[in-house]
């Protein structure tokens, strides 16, 4: 069974962008993608792939520390409140330079450097 069903799955697909979140030496550090672009590459059961253009402060904090977590939110998922919701991701992140998933994320998309694999441990929503 896949952990990105229901309000997730929702969450996910009808959101435009994503924020990355990652940790470094100086704190927090926060980048982003096309949700797009994730989608473009599939969405597994306890994996999310991005493709990599930058992402060199991102892949400096994930060497250091692999914990990361993404947000993705959008008003057009609606909730037991009103209109709107969230989701963040919680897992673990590497920026991979070779290999067959940067060989699929170039294939897609030529400027990519590698590919950003973050290996999913927890979802959750914001707001009820």
Not at 3 to 23: D, L
Not at 76 to 100: D, I, M, W, Y
Request: hydrophobic share 40%; aromatic share 8%.
């Amino acid at each position: 069974m896949s952990q990105f069903e229901g309000v997730y799955r929702e969450v996910i697909e009808k959101s435009e962008w994503v924020a990355i979140a990652t940790t470094g030496p100086d704190g927090p550090h926060l980048a982003g993608c096309w949700t797009r672009y994730a989608l473009a590459l599939g969405i597994q059961d306890d994996e999310i792939v991005f493709p990599a253009g930058g992402y060199q402060k991102t892949s400096e904090n994930l060497r250091r520390d692999p914990r990361i977590e993404l947000l993705f939110a959008t008003g057009a998922v609606a909730r037991a409140k009103g209109q709107g919701q969230g989701c963040t991701v919680r897992g673990t992140g590497e920026l991979l330079t070779s290999g067959p998933k940067v060989d699929k994320a170039k294939a897609q998309f030529p400027w990519a450097r590698g590919a950003l694999v973050v290996k999913v441990t927890g979802l959750r929503t914001h707001l009820s």
